[in-house]
C-alpha cells in the first residue's frame, strides 16, 4: 500500500527497541507544527499498539498505518 | 466500565507466580478486568512449557524451596499456572509480553505459552494501568 | 380502533394502556439515566487529574532492576503524563554519580531473578561480576536498548522528577554532591503527597 500522504517530518526508529520509539516520537512533538504529518518508521513489536496508544493519549491523529518487510510506519497528525 | 487490576510480572520464581496468580484469580472472582504485562523473568516463565519444569523460588528463601513444593503437592494446591487458567475461565484476563524482552531473548509469540494473548509495548501497559484501581509491580 | 366500544370497555382499555405506557416510559427513563451516568462518568474520568499521574518507588539497586522504574517512568512522562521516582534504599546507587553504567546484576537479595545455575555459586566471590557481565553482554550488549545513564537522561529531558529519599541518604551515609545534579532530596512524606493524587504508584 502506498501513501498519498504528505509526510513533513519522518523519525527512523528502525532498530529501536522499547520505550524509544514513543520517547523519540514525544521529543521531536514540539518541533512539529498543529496539523503537520509525521511519519515513523519501527520494527519494534510492541509499537505496534503503543503508538497508536501513544497518539490517542496525547490526542493526536493516526491517520495510517503501513506494514512491510517487518517495518511497521505510522501516519500521524499534530491535532494537540 | 469495570473496575481494572494492573501487574507488571517481573519475576519468574514460582513463589512471585504464585502471589500474582492468586491475586489474578481474586480479581476476576470479584468481577475485575485483570491487565498482565510479562517482562524479564517473568518471560521466562511463561516460555512454551517452561511452567511444567520451574521450580525455582526467591533466592532469598531458596532453603524453603523444597518443602514448599512438597506441601504444596501433599495439600493439593493449585500451581499458578493452573489459578491463571481458571481466573481466565471466570473473567477478563489480559496477559501481553513486552516486545523488548522477547526481542533480548531472541523470542516470538509461537514461543510462549498460548495465554499470553499479544505482544506490546510500555506505553500500552501504562494506558491501561493509568485505568486501574490497582496497580501492582510483582 | 375501528371496532365500538362501551364507555366502560374503553375505560379498562385506557387503564390498560396507561399502565403500559408508564411501564415503557419507567423502562426508557433507567436506561437513559444510565446511559447519561456512565457516559458522565467517563467524561469524568478522562479529565480526571489522578489519570495524568505516574508514583514509582525505586528500591533496589541492581542492573535488571533498575529499568522497571526508568522504562515505566520515561514511557508515561512520554505520554504527556506526570511521574515521580522515589529512590530509596538501595534505589539510590542508580542515580549516584557515575554508577548508572557500573551497576550490577546480583543473584543473592534480588528475589526478582531466577538463579541459572545451583544457588550456592551466587555466594561465591567474584560471581556477582560474572552475572552482570552475562546480562549486560547477552541481554544488553548487542542490542538497542537503552543504557540506565541514557534513561536517565531521557527522564531529565522529559521532566520526570527524581526524588532521593533523605532518610535513607542519612542511614547509608549518601552525601547531596554524590548524586546527580537533577535529583531532588525530599522525605516520604513529599512523595506521598504526590502519590496520593496518582491512580498508579508502583513499587519496584
Known amino acids: 500500500m502506498t501513501t498519498q500522504l504528505h509526510v513533513d517530518h519522518f523519525i527512523d526508529a528502525k532498530g529501536m527497541m522499547c520505550p524509544m520509539p514513543i520517547i523519540t516520537l514525544k521529543k521531536m512533538w514540539k518541533d512539529v507544527a498543529p496539523g503537520q504529518i509525521v511519519a515513523i518508521a519501527a520494527t519494534d513489536q510492541g509499537a505496534r499498539r503503543d503508538i497508536p496508544t501513544w497518539a490517542e493519549a496525547t490526542g493526536n491523529r493516526l491517520l495510517e498505518t503501513n506494514e512491510e518487510q517487518g517495518v511497521l510506519t505510522f501516519y500521524l497528525q499534530k491535532t494537540a | ?138 | 380502533m375501528t371496532a365500538p366500544t362501551t364507555s366502560r370497555e374503553h375505560m379498562t382499555l385506557s387503564l390498560d394502556m396507561e399502565q403500559l405506557i408508564r411501564e415503557r416510559v419507567d423502562e426508557l427513563a433507567a436506561e437513559r439515566v444510565t446511559k447519561i451516568v456512565d457516559d458522565k462518568i467517563a467524561e469524568a474520568m478522562k479529565k480526571d487529574p489522578a489519570k495524568q499521574k505516574v508514583a514509582i518507588i525505586a528500591s533496589k539497586g541492581t542492573l535488571d532492576m533498575a529499568y522497571p522504574p526508568l522504562i515505566l517512568a520515561t514511557a508515561a512522562a512520554a505520554m504527556d503524563m506526570e511521574v515521580e521516582i522515589f529512590f530509596t534504599f538501595y534505589g539510590l546507587d542508580i542515580i549516584k554519580k557515575g554508577q548508572a553504567d557500573r551497576l550490577k546484576v546480583a543473584p543473592i537479595a534480588n528475589p526478582a531473578m531466577p538463579v541459572p545455575m545451583p544457588n550456592i555459586i551466587g555466594m561465591l566471590p567474584g560471581m556477582t561480576p560474572l552475572a552482570s557481565w552475562m546480562m549486560k553482554s547477552l541481554y544488553f550488549g548487542k542490542h538497542n536498548v537503552a543504557t540506565v545513564g541514557e534513561l536517565l537522561d531521557q527522564c531529565k529531558d522529559l521532566g520526570v522528577k527524581l526524588i532521593a529519599c533523605q532518610m535513607t541518604m542519612d542511614v547509608l551515609g549518601y552525601k547531596r554532591e554524590e548524586l546527580l545534579d537533577e535529583v531532588e532530596v525530599a522525605g516520604a512524606a513529599t512523595f506521598l503527597a504526590f502519590a496520593s493524587q496518582a491512580h498508579t504508584t508502583l513499587f519496584v
Do not use: Q
Not at chain 2, 73 to 102: D, F
Not at chain 2, 110 to 115: M, R, S
Open chain 2, 1 to 138: 466500565m469495570k473496575e481494572r487490576m494492573s501487574i507488571v510480572l517481573f519475576s519468574g520464581t514460582v513463589d512471585k507466580l504464585l502471589a500474582a496468580s492468586i491475586l489474578a484469580t481474586g480479581a476476576a472472582a470479584m468481577d475485575m478486568d485483570v491487565e498482565i504485562f510479562l517482562t524479564t523473568w517473568g518471560i521466562e516463565a511463561f516460555r512454551k512449557d517452561a511452567y511444567k519444569t520451574n521450580t525455582r523460588i526467591s533466592s532469598d528463601f531458596a532453603d524453603y524451596g523444597s518443602t514448599m513444593r512438597e506441601l504444596m503437592t501433599a495439600k493439593k494446591a493449585p500451581t499458578w499456572m493452573e489459578n491463571i487458567l481458571g481466573a481466565r475461565e471466570i473473567g477478563n484476563v489480559h496477559i501481553a509480553a513486552c516486545s523488548m524482552t522477547l526481542d533480548l531473548f531472541g523470542l516470538t509469540l509461537n514461543d510462549l505459552e498460548p495465554i499470553v494473548d499479544e505482544i506490546t509495548g510500555v506505553a500500552s501497559f501504562m494506558e491501561r494501568a493509568r485505568e486501574s484501581k490497582v496497580s501492582l509491580f510483582i
